[in-house]
């Protein structure tokens, strides 16, 4: 957690305002919630969820524990109203997995003998964020592909709904074949 904050909030790294950062925990994950805190989070910037959000599982036995997602608020012109929703007002771009249980077949938690935290973040979503994006498809390199794609089919992006689904399609295809 101290990582992912230095690395969000501090002007030598990311620089984003603490204001805009919203935290999900597991419902009973005082742990997490006390350290949030500890780094400067306010408790209103923090929201338990339950399991189907704020639990990870490898399986139906196995390796799990609760998580936390770091979540920035886009602002009132997109639509939700709070982390975890449905809507894009609050996007998630981090998430830290604390994985400290084996999930037996009777559905009891032992403790790993050794903890761990497996973490992630979202390179495009963070993209989005650092440039000020609406979608994935606006984040510079993505939206050359989109431009292309376009180009290609002799239209322009935002100016026909219909075709901009399409567009969208053809540039997320693009882009996994970029990345394989």
Same mark, same amino acid.
């Given at each position: 957690? &101290?990582?992912?904050?230095? /690395?969000?909030?501090? #002007?030598?790294?990311?620089?984003?305002?603490?204001?805009?950062?919203?935290? &999900?925990?597991? +419902?009973?994950?005082?742990?997490?919630?006390?350290?949030?805190?500890?780094?400067?989070?306010?408790?209103?910037?923090? &929201? !338990?969820?339950? $399991?189907?959000?704020? =639990?990870?599982?490898?399986?139906? &036995?196995?390796? @799990?524990?609760? @998580?936390?997602?770091?979540? =920035?608020?886009?602002?009132?012109? /997109? $639509?939700?109203?709070?982390?975890?929703?449905?809507?894009?007002?609050?996007?998630? /771009?981090?998430?830290?997995? /604390? +994985?400290?249980?084996?999930?037996?077949?009777?559905?009891?938690? #032992?403790?790993?003998?050794?903890?761990?935290?497996? +973490?992630?973040?979202?390179?495009?979503?963070? *993209?989005?964020?650092?440039?000020?994006?609406?979608?994935?498809?606006?984040?510079?390199?993505?939206?050359?592909?989109?431009?292309? *794609?376009?180009?290609?089919?002799?239209? !322009?992006?935002?100016?026909?709904?219909?075709?901009?689904?399409?567009? !969208?399609?053809?540039?997320?295809?693009?882009?996994? @074949? +970029?990345?394989?």
């Amino acid at each position: 957690c &101290t990582w992912a904050m230095e /690395f969000i909030s501090s #002007p030598e790294h990311l620089g984003l305002p603490l204001d805009r950062l919203y935290f &999900t925990v597991f +419902t009973d994950d005082d742990e997490a919630i006390e350290i949030w805190k500890s780094l400067g989070v306010a408790e209103d910037h923090i &929201t !338990r969820l339950g $399991e189907e959000d704020n =639990f990870w599982a490898a399986g139906p &036995t196995g390796p @799990c524990g609760p @998580c936390s997602e770091i979540y =920035f608020d886009q602002g009132p012109e /997109f $639509e939700g109203e709070a982390p975890g929703d449905d809507g894009d007002r609050y996007l998630e /771009f981090w998430n830290l997995v /604390f +994985t400290q249980f084996d999930r037996q077949e009777d559905g009891s938690l #032992p403790e790993l003998p050794h903890r761990n935290i497996d +973490t992630g973040m979202g390179l495009e979503r963070l *993209a989005v964020v650092v440039q000020d994006v609406e979608s994935i498809f606006e984040v510079d390199t993505i939206r050359a592909l989109l431009d292309e *794609a376009a180009k290609l089919a002799s239209t !322009r992006y935002h100016e026909d709904e219909k075709k901009d689904v399409s567009l !969208r399609v053809i540039t997320d295809h693009v882009r996994s @074949c +970029t990345f394989m």
